[in-house]
């Protein structure tokens, strides 16, 4: 099980402690909420049947709504999200960490920018 809560840190902004707010069998759900905005974090484990194999999925999304400031601002929504899955015969839980750390470490920052600027 994973901690209670869960620090996330946006650029050179001050890190974000959310708390998990629900843990169940499949996964947990943290929630920081503050006069400006709302984030949440979703951990999920789950079973897939893909081309008849049973596969094991994990995912990871984080969101951050930042609220409207009236007559300022419209209110802005930002996802980020991760999926990673191996089968369930003949998979390596660690082989796959180890294949997911290796994709965090391609995905820079400036190649995030470029991403969401549209290069592909």
Not at 36 to 48: A, C, G, M, P, Y
Not at 111 to 120: F, K, N, R, T, Y
């Amino acid at each position: 099980m994973f901690a209670n809560t869960m620090g996330i840190t946006i650029g050179a902004d001050a890190a974000r402690i959310l708390t998990r707010i629900n843990q169940d069998n499949n996964g947990s759900t943290y929630r920081l909420a503050t006069a400006l905005e709302f984030n949440e974090l979703i951990i999920r484990n789950t079973t897939s049947k893909i081309s008849g194999e049973l596969y094991d999925v994990h995912n990871v999304e984080y969101r951050l709504t930042k609220y409207a400031v009236p007559g300022v601002s419209v209110e802005q929504n930002y996802v980020a999200s991760c999926t990673f899955k191996t089968r369930r015969n003949g998979g390596d839980p660690t082989r796959l960490s180890d294949v997911q750390k290796a994709l965090n470490g391609t995905v820079t920052s400036a190649l995030a920018l470029g991403m969401a600027s549209g290069e592909s």
